[in-house]
């Protein structure tokens, strides 16, 4: 029971990304204050008062080290994670995946905080700001005053309410002789060869997937008998014009997309010397040209009536989808422009953000950029140079997606781990050894992140079971 006036740190938020970021500051002999608004105030996806509540599936995605969720996993695990560390232990059977008993998982996470010398746990709603550090995890539905207090500190329109993801594909997996590279009204350089920059990016930015008159009629068949999620009670079905899901597109008339999305104008397909009856765009979606996105392909279909249909476009037959779109009520900010390298406001840098508020999606992701932000501040506060984790890393790679700065006019979207963000190998192999390549990028990543763990101060949380939470901490 902590004895201690006033903390080090206030962590507002117990859920995946606050209880991993008080764990991590207490074990390192931080004071911490965590509040959580509940029993007293809950969200409409919030439905029990422990903490590290998991609000829908009791899954915590693949557990297997070569797919994406199982990196990152792994590499939580050798940071010290306390939520991943308490979900291997309230394991339920679920094949590949780490799924959890939720109920022993949440009590769990309760006593291993409420026993914490360190820990001092408030129930109640915060609406202001305390003096000191603060770590604000407070999740996809911050509202309220706190939600508002946010957005004054952010200044300006950079907190969003909902999410339009569009999906992202492996660039290895793209037919290219089904597609060709132009921006839009791209000219041919005077050499014919050269080429100038077209409307939509430099020349050649852009994958242009054509699709014939009948190919393109039986795609906006699909997509109108398509599955598609159904929204929370509290999501309200408003979208902006600008940002319209294909489904609601295709709804307004067969044409719509073809004068939207898939508009073919000013995109000359080099092999026939004209515009395409449709296309689908694809966007780079990192620097690398691992990955590209499916320009304005936001969708609320499910996840796979997206492979099945999108493979009706010849250039995607064989897509390996990194990322599939969605479009749900969210809420984070525009972390590229406003949160600094320790993920400190940059204009009142004691505030930092921490879980799916950073432009994360999924639990795990939320809980990494609790891990994060948590050694980041303890890192400041111990006068350490930070050690923020390397970008081959999956926990790396989300910290980079949420911190690196962007060029242009972009509008940020959330990620969840994906081999998108993860830098190309570096090594020479045969371009067609996809699985060489992939295997190199997820060894590097495990080799880099021990590093990156031992790194830190050395936390062990093997004795953070249910009841235990004695922690053993060196800093
Ligand atoms: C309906 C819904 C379903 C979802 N389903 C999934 C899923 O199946 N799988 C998945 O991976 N992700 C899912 N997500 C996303 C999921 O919420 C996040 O992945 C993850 O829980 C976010 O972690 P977090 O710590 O940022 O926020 P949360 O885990 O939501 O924790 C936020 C905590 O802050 C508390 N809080 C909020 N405001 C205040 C305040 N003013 N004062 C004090 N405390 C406050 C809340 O009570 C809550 O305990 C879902 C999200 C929603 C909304």
């Not at 965590?34 to 693949?62: D, I, Y």
């Not at 709804?251 to 009856?277: H, I, K």
């Not at 990028?441 to 495990?446: D, I, N, V």
Request: net charge neutral; charged share 25%; proline share 8%.
């Amino acid at each position: 029971m902590a004895t201690w006036r006033d903390p080090d740190v206030t962590v507002v938020g117990g859920g995946m990304a606050g209880c991993e970021a008080a764990w991590q500051l207490a074990v390192r002999g931080l004071r911490v204050a965590l509040v959580e608004q509940k029993p007293a105030a809950m969200s409409p996806a919030h439905q029990t008062p422990l903490l590290g509540e998991l609000v829908c599936s009791n899954s915590l995605r693949s557990n297997d080290r070569d797919t994406p969720a199982g990196l990152l996993k792994h590499e939580l695990r050798l940071a010290g994670s306390l939520v991943i560390g308490l979900a291997d232990r309230h394991r339920v059977p679920a094949g590949q995946a780490l799924a959890v008993e939720r109920f022993g998982f949440g009590r769990a996470l309760t006593v291993a905080l409420a026993l914490h010398p360190n820990v001092r746990i408030e129930r109640r709603p915060l609406d202001e700001l305390p003096a000191g550090p603060v770590i604000v995890a407070t999740g996809p539905l911050t509202g309220g005053p706190l939600g508002a207090l946010i957005r004054r500190q952010l200044g300006g329109d950079r907190m969003y309410f909902y999410d339009a993801i569009a999906p992202i594909v492996s660039a290895d997996s793209i037919e290219l002789e089904h597609a060709f590279r132009s921006s839009r009204w791209q000219r041919e350089g005077e050499d014919g060869s050269a080429a100038a920059a077209g409307e939509d990016g430099a020349a050649g930015d852009y994958l242009n997937c054509p699709l014939d008159r009948p190919t393109y009629e039986a795609f906006v068949d699909a997509v109108l008998a398509g599955r598609k999620v159904t929204p929370h009670e509290f999501e309200e079905p408003r979208y902006f014009e600008s940002c319209l899901p294909i489904e609601v597109m295709a709804e307004r008339g067969r044409e719509t997309l073809r004068y939207g999305p898939m508009r073919p104008v000013g995109l000359t397909d080099p092999r026939t010397g004209r515009w395409p009856y449709a296309v689908v765009q694809l966007r780079p979606e990192n620097r690398y040209l691992t990955a590209y996105n499916l320009v304005g392909f936001q969708t609320r279909l499910a996840y796979p009536e997206q492979s099945r249909i999108f493979a009706m476009v010849p250039a995607l037959a064989r897509a390996e989808w990194l990322r599939f779109g969605s479009i749900h009520r969210n809420t984070y900010v525009d972390a590229p422009r406003v949160l600094g390298p320790a993920l400190e406001l940059r204009r009142e840098p004691r505030l930092r953000l921490a879980g799916l508020l950073t432009g994360v999606e999924g639990y795990i992701e939320s809980c990494a950029m609790g891990l994060v932000c948590a050694r980041l501040l303890a890192d400041e506060l111990a006068g350490r140079p930070p050690a923020p984790p390397p970008p081959t890393t999956m926990i790396g790679a989300l910290y980079h997606h949420v911190t690196a700065p962007r060029e242009g006019d972009y509008r940020y979207a959330p990620t969840n781990g994906n081999f998108g963000l993860l830098p190309p190998a570096t090594i020479a192999l045969h371009p067609k050894d996809k699985q060489g390549r992939r295997r190199f990028q997820l060894e590097r990543a495990a080799r880099d992140a021990a590093a990156w763990a031992d790194g830190g101060a050395a936390v062990v949380v093997a004795g953070a079971g249910a009841g235990a939470g004695r922690p053993e901490s060196a800093a």
